[in-house]
């Protein structure tokens, strides 16, 4: 019981400095399966808000996105990583053929602008260094780029990126800082 002069303050903390968005992706065999576990996720959030205290989580269940896209269930939350219930679900509820983790998630478009029929391997040596590096890292990563022609005598060249956050504020940090703002030949989206 409660003494009448004494005042009881229950705090909830936001995460700390040290919090990311996370996007944990889990693809599945089937459409059915995957529908189980965005099912059994939206059942913990319910769970986790009904009884906070029988979890270890630095987040807000109503901040967190469960979505199914296909045999794919996607869930996201800004956290410094306390996701141990989530990944349980994840996993126990049907067998992922692949789980994949980010930290702000990023699915981006990057386009450069060369001369039509110069191949990749040329526009490194006519291309400057930065953008010969960035064409290099692309490859690695993102594997050969899809050519487009523009039908004005020039061609894009064009990957598609998703994963950890790359591109900031007209900034590519891909192993070094590559400012694609003032190239009219580059164009993130």
């Given at each position: 019981?409660?003494?009448?002069?004494?005042?009881?303050?229950?705090?909830?903390?936001?995460?700390?400095?040290?919090?990311?968005?996370?996007?944990?992706?889990?693809?599945?065999?089937?459409?059915?399966?995957?529908?189980?576990?965005?099912?059994?996720?939206k059942d913990l959030l319910e769970d986790m808000e009904e009884h906070p205290?029988?979890?270890?989580?630095?987040?807000?269940?109503?901040?967190?996105?469960?979505?199914?896209?296909g045999n794919k269930v996607r869930f996201e939350v800004y956290t410094a990583g306390y996701l141990?219930?989530?990944?349980?679900?994840?996993?126990?509820?049907?067998?992922?053929?692949?789980?994949?983790?980010?930290?702000?998630?990023?699915?981006?478009?990057?386009?450069?602008?060369?001369?039509?029929?110069?191949?990749?391997?040329?526009?490194?040596?006519?291309?400057?260094?930065?953008?010969?590096?960035?064409?290099?890292?692309?490859?690695?990563?993102?594997?050969?780029?899809?050519?487009?022609?523009?039908?004005?005598?020039?061609?894009?060249?064009?990957?598609?990126?998703?994963?950890?956050?790359?591109?900031?504020?007209?900034?590519?940090?891909?192993?070094?800082?590559?400012?694609?703002?003032?190239?009219?030949?580059?164009?993130?989206?």
């Open positions: 019981m409660c003494d009448a002069g004494h005042k009881v303050y229950v705090f909830r903390f936001r995460p700390s400095s040290h919090s990311e968005d996370f996007t944990v992706i889990a693809t599945y065999k089937s459409v059915e399966k995957a529908e189980k576990v965005e099912r059994a996720l205290d029988d979890y270890d989580i630095d987040w807000s269940p109503d901040e967190a996105y469960v979505s199914l896209e141990s219930d989530v990944e349980s679900v994840i996993k126990k509820v049907a067998k992922p053929e692949t789980i994949e983790w980010y930290r702000d998630y990023q699915e981006i478009t990057v386009r450069v602008r060369v001369p039509k029929g110069l191949t990749v391997e040329s526009a490194m040596l006519v291309l400057d260094r930065e953008e010969a590096e960035a064409i290099k890292w692309f490859r690695e990563n993102c594997g050969e780029p899809k050519v487009i022609d523009c039908g004005d005598g020039t061609q894009l060249l064009e990957w598609f990126y998703r994963g950890d956050g790359i591109y900031d504020d007209d900034t590519l940090y891909i192993g070094f800082q590559f400012y694609v703002g003032d190239r009219d030949n580059w164009e993130v989206e």
